[in-house]
């Protein structure tokens, strides 16, 4: 079994946290790319977005990204030409 979460987030740096934060807020960049950055899981993140947010933030977050199918590599429509790993690499790159 894995590391308890408190122990997971005690070993990040304020800027890796900074950094999944980011991902997590930025509406391209997918839960899977989010995953295969950080080794974080999709409710890895949600349990981070509410440890870290304020309540209200937490809140807003939630919302806005029930249903947001960018979030989700596989609910994507194929039209949608940008590659949320270079997004990634680039908010990455500015932390």
């Known amino acids: 079994m894995g590391a308890k ?7 990040l740096s304020k800027a890796e946290v900074s950094a999944i ?14 995953q295969q950055r950080t080794g974080w899981s999709e409710a890895d993140v949600i349990r981070l977005m509410r440890h870290e947010l304020a309540p209200s933030s937490f809140r807003m977050w939630r919302k806005r990204m029930q249903g947001r199918v960018t979030k989700h590599r596989a609910l994507r429509s194929k039209e949608m030409k940008y590659d949320d790993r270079k997004i ?8």
Request: glycine content about 0%; hydrophobic content about 40%; overall charge negative.
């Open 5 to 11: 979460f408190a122990d997971r987030l005690l070993s």
């Open 88 to 95: 990634a690499d680039h908010r990455r790159a500015n932390c």
């Open 21 to 34: 934060i980011q991902m997590a807020w930025e509406d391209r960049t997918t839960f899977e790319t989010i």
